[in-house]
């Protein structure tokens, strides 16, 4: 069975509890962690002599690592409360960034950490916290791929650009001989395993040393001879390379605290994008906080005096009724997130159940009926259900859809418009999973928006060398028949399908829908080789006459 990229991954890490102990300041019994890990909001799994087992969301990447947990389970248990604050001293350290770099991978995150006193557990721990954050929080090194290099080995300042495969040589690490771009991804067992991150790009990024040696190829392998870190490496370069400098720049800060944590000192590194950013950014953001909206949410009543107190024991600050949020809490993005914190800080046991004076007799929607009953058919006939964001990129919406609901002060061109179709959304799983073998067959059931309404619509698309017009009409016939409705259908143009091979789906003699083959421009912008054959069903408008 394909399997497909999913929003969020749950993680398993295991963290070795002496370690754990000695960075809290204190041991803790067995029987107390089975208790106050769960109410700090994670699952533990399991809990033996040498090590914790949790099992984590990557909403929280900072407690991917003995340093991060320790920091949260310290301040919870009321051991070092309140905001740590975290500095990075000025340097000379620069790495400048190629503008060919555009097209390929355009951003690095990067920072210095000197005095590191390494063991062979602790060279461990790091490799797993950048292991843990590929894994989750950088999607598979989708989003953003970390590297850790050994100062002494390096020449500054570092280059950051893209090369011809043919051009790049270097012996990868764990490697005993040099190899080519090329070659890398063909016979290196990492190589291959992220090669589907560079298929289609002509150029490869590449870090460069003063001295013109390669340090890594993100977001696939680092240097054997500039790349490794070993127990006599006390200083460190750290880069995080992807796509949205904010995002790297917050995985940054996970790392460099946590690096801190164990005792290094932090240096900044200039990166030039024509002009300098100074980085890492690690002051703490600031966050209005209304304790009347707080009280709405937990349905209780706080002190003022509280609130300090509470939010210290979650790891924040707080001045003039604004919470101070550490740079490592990459989870925090709304005041309702901080609600949630406070309620975790409070006690979830505090809180008095109360059964709402309603009477009521529970059933099902009638619209999650149909939904049920079109899901279930589609599993049926071997389509994989995918869920996406409501919110989406404006150049991938645009070409299906005329009219985008903008979002105001996105902070992310990723994310900087609903989605107005779910056609859009399912193309770009399906580039995210060319890797993968085909047929592939997918669909969604979501809410789409357009100016003024939000719909209900249910999507399928369907890739393989052979997909056309007559397999995406027999799996729509089969879907509307299972909703009891007799479909027809007639020939029209409908963006981002192929003219001649496209047709308005009808029930009761109103349009509720369209089926095609995607065209060949939108098979090229999301980057697919293969035909790619959609359906689109308004289901408020099928629920009308079911």
């Known amino acids: 069975m394909t399997s497909y990229t999913v929003c969020f991954i749950m993680t398993t890490v295991e963290l070795n509890k002496k370690e754990v102990f000695r960075l809290v300041g204190k041991t803790i019994s067995d029987k107390v962690l089975g208790e106050r890990i769960p109410m700090l909001g994670f699952s533990l799994e399991a809990l033996d002599k040498n090590t914790i087992t949790l099992e984590v969301l990557p909403n929280r990447p900072d407690v991917l690592s003995e340093p991060g947990f320790a920091r949260a389970l310290s301040a919870f248990m009321g051991v070092k409360t309140g905001l740590r604050e975290y500095t990075a001293k ?15 991978r355009p951003h690095t995150a990067c920072a210095v950490v000197k005095n590191l006193r390494l063991d ?11 292991e843990k954050l590929h894994v989750t929080f950088c999607r598979n090194r989708k989003k953003a791929a970390i590297g850790i290099y050994p100062m002494e080995k390096i020449t500054w300042p570092i280059r950051f650009e893209a090369r011809r495969p043919s051009e790049i040589r270097f012996v990868p690490l764990d490697g005993d001989v040099e190899l080519n771009g090329f070659d890398i991804l063909e016979f290196h067992p990492t190589g291959r395993e992220f090669k589907h991150l560079l298929d289609g790009l002509r150029m490869y990024p590449v870090f ?4 013109k040696r390669i340090l890594s190829m993100p977001p696939v392998i680092n240097s054997e001879d500039v790349g490794k870190v070993t127990i006599e490496t006390k200083d460190v370069f750290i880069e995080v390379s992807g796509f949205d400098l904010e995002y790297l720049s917050s995985c940054l800060n996970v790392i460099v605290t946590a690096l801190a944590d164990l005792g290094g000192d932090i240096y900044s590194v200039d990166v030039a994008y024509g002009k300098n950013i100074r980085m890492p950014d690690l002051k703490p953001k600031m966050m209005k906080l209304d304790v009347s909206y707080a009280e709405k949410m937990l349905g209780t009543r706080l002190q003022r005096a509280q609130i300090p107190k509470l939010l210290a024991r979650m790891g924040f600050g707080y001045k003039n009724n604004k919470a101070l949020v550490p740079s490592y809490r990459t989870d925090i993005l709304h005041p309702i997130d901080i609600v949630e914190d406070l309620a975790i800080a409070y006690g979830y046991e505090r809180f008095t159940p109360e059964i ?6 529970g059933e099902e929607d009638r619209f999650s009926k149909l939904f049920t009953r079109a899901a279930n058919l589609l599993v049926g006939l071997g389509i994989t259900e995918v869920s996406t964001h409501h919110l989406s990129k404006k150049e991938l919406q645009e070409g299906f859809v005329s009219e985008l609901v903008d979002v105001e002060n996105s902070v992310s061109d990723e994310h900087n418009v609903l989605r107005g179709s779910l056609v859009p959304s399912l193309l770009h799983v399906l580039t995210n999973n060319k890797h993968h073998e085909y047929p592939q067959k997918i669909f969604e059931v979501g809410t789409v928006f357009n100016a003024g309404n939000e719909n209900l619509q249910l999507s399928a698309a369907l890739t393989h060398a052979a997909a056309n017009f007559t397999e995406i009409k027999q799996v729509c016939e089969a879907v509307l028949s299972n909703l009891g409705l007799q479909a027809s259908y ?9 003219v001649g091979r496209t047709a308005g789906v009808f029930a009761q003699g109103k349009e509720i829908g369209i089926i095609g083959e995607v065209h060949p421009a939108m098979l090229e912008k999301f980057g697919l080789e293969m035909p790619v054959a959609a359906l689109t069903i308004d289901m408020k408008k099928a629920g009308s006459f079911c």
């Open 356 to 361: 709402p004076n309603i009477a009521t007799i």
């Open 120 to 130: 062979e557990q602790n060279i461990k721990d790091i490799i797993n916290l950048q």
């Open 208 to 211: 460069v040393d003063a001295n």
């Open 490 to 498: 007639k020939e029209r143009e409908s963006a981002g399908f192929v």
């Open 90 to 104: 000025n340097s000379k350290y620069k790495v400048i960034v190629n503008k060919n770099l555009k097209d390929v």
